[in-house]
């Protein structure tokens, strides 16, 4: 059989395909990239050309392509059991992961609901919260409080909890109403000003929030410490401790979505540690595989169990499912995974990662058009801006971005700005030449869409 070409495959793909989060028509000039295999933290299409996964392929990736240890889990699996229904049958790759994310997790959360991908997750959380006071004789509390610029999915529940106008707004007359209370995003803050500061002042608007509402409130959704979709937007973990705290005084649920900072992101375990907080609902998805096979998690406490508790005539049961509920094979990934940090010292590791990381970008503060570079431990961000000191952002329109995107492809490294946010947000497994590799890139990125 001759060998595949990159040209064939992407002529093929583009008659037949329709890629998530992408205008089809942006591929009459922008090469398709076909990939034949993964290692570590490289990608190589048909050709043998290589690219740096900068991105973690869209944040999923923990340890690496091919990983030698996640391959062998799920090959075993494979040969004992692909797949079995999940209402009234079990298997142990599903207790053993419920049993080990009820040890990670901040203690309390000891239950756990599969589902099989993150927007999933936030569905059954918001669902399970509103259930949950629906069962405890408060039915009129079924509202939702979200953050300005939050991101929970694209499915039509997690839609309307986020705030990410790109995504948002086209679907707004299918999506119900929620409260929005603006982001504590430290980008806002004055020169001079701390982060810390900062966060903590903007709690007083969720404050005021729960005060007007909380009666009609049933949970506040949050992504802790980082907005990764709504352009890598940063925050003081002071601002969870004080939420947790409200939300307790106002009788309403906290619902964290660590699907994109959980398993190590952001420096710790879960971001929610850095707060020393414990949310009543936590949505855990993406790294949980290793970026290996959809599953997602929502874990919660014994109380909202209970209240779910019941004969099954009084119809309080919760009964959600998803066809995948708790693959087998997703669970031998996640199981791999989870091994993986109980074995070897992934956090401390990711410590000396972050402090390169760190050194690396810090001269980009100092470029003429970025407005601000900003670090939560393996995710550090680098925001264009036309004014570096009054932050005025570049027309989006201008797509430079994409101009960072191209270059980034050409020399091999595959980084894929939000808006005018360049990021990092590269697997574990990374090595410090990798890293200085993929800021110089980022670099020589940023300096040709922003050279006019
Ligand atoms: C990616 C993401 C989701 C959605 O997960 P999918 O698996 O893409 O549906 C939800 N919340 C956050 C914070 C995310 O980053």
Redesign the pocket.
């Known amino acids: 059989m001759p060998s595949l070409r990159n040209s064939d495959l992407a002529r093929r793909d583009l008659q037949v395909v329709w890629h998530p989060c992408t205008q089809m028509r942006d591929h009459e000039t922008l090469p398709m990239i076909p990939i034949r295999n993964g290692q570590g933290v490289w990608l190589e299409d048909y050709e043998g050309k290589r690219y740096l996964d900068a991105i973690s392929s869209w ?1 999923v990736n923990l340890f690496g392509h091919a990983n030698p240890r996640i391959n062998a889990r799920i090959r075993e699996q494979l040969e004992q059991l692909e797949h079995v229904i999940f209402a009234g049958f079990t298997h142990q790759p599903a207790i053993e992961v419920a049993e080990r994310l009820r040890v990670l997790t901040p203690s309390g959360l000891s239950r756990c609901f599969f589902a099989d ?4 997750a ?1 569905e059954v959380a918001v669902k399970m919260s509103f259930h949950y006071w629906r069962n405890m004789g408060q039915p009129q509390k079924q509202r939702f409080i979200t953050l300005g610029n939050s ?4 499915t039509l529940g ?1 839609l309307a909890v986020g705030n990410v106008e790109l995504y948002k707004s086209i679907y707004q007359p299918l999506l119900m109403d929620v409260i929005t209370v603006p982001s504590p995003d430290c980008y806002g803050r004055e020169a001079g000003e701390t982060w810390e500061a900062y966060s903590r002042h903007r709690f007083t608007l969720m404050e005021e929030a729960l005060e007007r509402h909380a009666g009609e409130v049933a949970a506040v959704i949050v ?1 802790p410490l980082v907005q ?2 709504g352009n890598m937007r940063m925050y003081h973990p002071v601002y969870l401790e004080l939420l947790r705290e409200a939300c307790d005084r106002h009788q309403v649920l906290l619902i964290a ?1 660590e ?3 959980g398993f190590g992101r952001t420096g710790t375990m879960f971001a929610c540690e850095q707060a020393g907080i414990r949310p009543d609902l936590m ?1 855990l ?2 790294g949980l595989t290793g970026g290996y096979l ?1 599953l ?1 998690a929502v874990l919660t406490t014994e109380p909202i169990y209970q209240a779910f508790y019941d004969e099954y005539t009084r119809l309080n049961a919760f009964l959600h499912s998803h066809s995948y509920t708790g693959n087998p094979l997703a669970c031998a990934a996640a199981l791999a995974t989870l091994e993986i940090f109980a074995t070897e010292p992934v956090i401390e590791r990711n410590r000396t990662l972050a402090r390169t990381l760190s050194e690396l970008i810090a001269p980009l503060a100092d470029h003429p058009r970025v407005g601000e570079v900003r670090q939560h431990g393996m995710i550090a961000a680098v925001e264009m801006a036309r004014d570096k000191r009054s932050r005025e952002p570049f027309d989006w329109r201008e797509r430079r971005g994409l101009t960072v995107y191209r270059h980034a492809l050409e020399r091999g490294v595959l980084l894929r700005p939000v808006g005018n946010v360049v990021y990092f947000m590269p697997p574990y497994v990374v090595d410090e030449d990798q890293l200085r590799l993929m800021v110089e890139v980022a670099r020589e990125g940023i300096d040709k869409a922003t050279c006019d």
């Open positions: 944040w991908n993150g927007s999933a936030v991101y929970h999915g694209e997690a992504e990764c979709a979505d699907i994109a900072v949505c998805s993406k959809p997602s």
